[in-house]
């Protein structure tokens, strides 16, 4: 079965600073998708950013960016100048291509301090 | 509207009750997935529905009565609740088995 691993449970950023977050995964797979959602207290899950498995190119979009080390099964999140407004907790997902499961890790709280 | 919406936001029922979650898309997508959310747990998927046909059932309780009339709406049905059912329920939807968009939740509390 696939796991999605999210080792720090909390983490902290000071405005304007970058900050990574984990994430690890277990699968057979060699093909699927990873993604990286947001929850802020509003409660929406919001999509943060979307990479395929296929893809060596590290997907980007603005300020975020995931660092994709496929043979080592690690996703990491890369928020660059960080915002007040990306405070949130921060969840880590995997879905098998063709699959219709979306597996999540357990989240990790994110702190932007001004 | 657009994107996905659920209503209601907050629900509080008794464990005699019955009611219903709703969720609608507006994303001409052809999946939609509800999920439970409970404090200090991962998020569970309950039921997974493709082009109206349940093709997943991730052993809930026949509590949780799904239904799916057409690929746009996703309805819960909820009766004889439990208190450890309180959680926030999540509809998603997307186009075949990709990238899942998320609603903003159902809070539900069961007295």
């Known amino acids: 079965a696939q796991t999605v691993t999210q080792s720090q449970p909390e983490m902290s950023v000071q405005e304007a600073e970058t900050v990574t977050l984990s994430c690890t995964y277990d699968t057979s797979e060699s093909d699927y998708y990873l993604f990286w959602y947001k929850q802020p207290p509003s409660r929406q899950m919001i999509l943060v950013i979307r990479q395929e498995a296929y893809k060596q190119q590290n997907a980007t979009e603005n300020r975020f960016s995931v660092n994709f080390q496929k043979a080592a099964k690690s996703f990491s999140l890369k928020i660059s100048d960080s915002q007040l407004g990306d405070a949130a907790m921060y969840f880590c997902?995997?879905?098998?291509?063709?699959?219709?499961?979306?597996?999540f890790g357990a989240g990790t709280i994110l702190r932007v301090k001004s | 509207e657009t994107g996905v919406t659920q209503t209601p936001r907050h629900l509080v029922m008794g464990m005699t009750n019955k009611k219903s979650l709703k969720c609608e898309q507006h994303?001409?997508?052809?999946?939609m997935y509800w999920y439970k959310q409970s404090a200090k747990k991962p998020l569970e998927l309950m039921f997974v529905y493709n082009f109206k046909e349940q093709t997943e059932n991730n052993s809930v309780p026949s509590r949780f009565s799904p239904e799916c009339p057409n690929s746009s709406h996703l309805f819960l049905h909820l009766h004889t609740l439990q208190p450890e059912d309180s959680a926030l329920y999540l509809c998603?939807?997307?186009?075949?088995?990709?990238?899942?968009?998320f609603g903003p939740g159902t809070r539900l509390t069961v007295l």
């Open positions: 997902a995997y879905i098998q291509k063709y699959g219709n499961k979306l597996v």
């Open positions: 998603a939807s997307s186009y075949r088995v990709d990238t899942q968009y």
């Open positions: 994303l001409g997508h052809n999946a």
